[in-house]
């Protein structure tokens, strides 16, 4: 009888110390999870990689061979085909300039939070002139043309996320958790306690990247880069 306490208080034991250790762990794991920082230094020699493959597939277009588009009188144009010139040769001038240059100032000073919010922007606005190029490639262009585009914008606006992220996580732990980060970005004081205007691309345009490449309007985005930021 003794024997047989013993065996059950034993087997008891065990299964209280297993239960005891897989709370222990998903509690851990959850934690983990959910006030993880993002690894900023990954994310942006990953996105370095990204721009320089971005403005490959780009470089690779052949936009004086895409099909015309029809005008009034079943005439053709060639509007589309210039418009997608321009903003090819804008994202080219960004993604070999521009951009690298944002991210080695953000490298350089190790996750800073106006640094990185610089990059961010200036990502987002390339998804959107990208996600424009794509479309009209799309329409007009050759598949082998429009997948890589579609490929690059994907992995551009899952990088911008990142970086969304870390600098909302970065400002909560500054302002001790009382910023919001659409707040955060109204500012334009370069003096690290704001943020930057739009930098790289010339003309006004919405912070928020546009709608995927296969649900967005078909339409060519023709927004200018300047090389100064």
């Not at 003096?191 to 930057?196: E, N, T």
Request: charged share 20%.
């Amino acid at each position: 009888m003794k024997i047989l306490r013993f065996v059950l208080l034993s087997a008891i034991l065990v299964v209280a110390s297993s239960l005891s250790g897989f709370v222990q762990n998903a509690v851990a794991q959850n934690r983990s999870q959910s006030g993880a920082r993002p690894d900023l230094m990954s994310a942006l020699l990953e996105l370095d990689r990204q721009a320089a493959a971005t403005n490959s597939d780009i470089s690779h277009l052949q936009i004086d061979k895409w099909k015309g588009g029809w005008k009034t009188g079943f005439t053709t144009s060639s509007s589309h085909k210039n418009q997608a010139s321009q903003t090819a040769q804008s994202l080219q001038r960004n993604l070999h300039g521009g951009l690298p240059d944002l991210i080695r100032d953000a490298l350089n000073s190790r996750g800073n939070l106006y640094t990185t919010f610089k990059v961010y922007e200036d990502v987002g606005l390339v998804c959107e002139a990208l996600d424009g190029l794509a479309t009209t490639a799309h329409e007009f262009g050759k598949q082998e043309e429009y997948a890589p585009l579609a490929t690059d914008y994907n992995s551009l606006i899952r990088l911008r996320h990142v970086l969304s992220t870390y600098i909302q996580q970065k400002a909560a732990a500054v302002d001790g958790g009382g910023s919001s980060f659409s707040s955060m970005t109204s500012s334009a004081s370069p003096d690290g306690l704001g943020m930057p205007k739009k930098i790289i691309i010339d003309d006004g345009l919405p912070d928020k990247p546009t709608k995927s490449v296969a649900a967005k309007k078909k339409k060519t985005s023709t927004m200018p880069f300047s090389n100064g930021q």
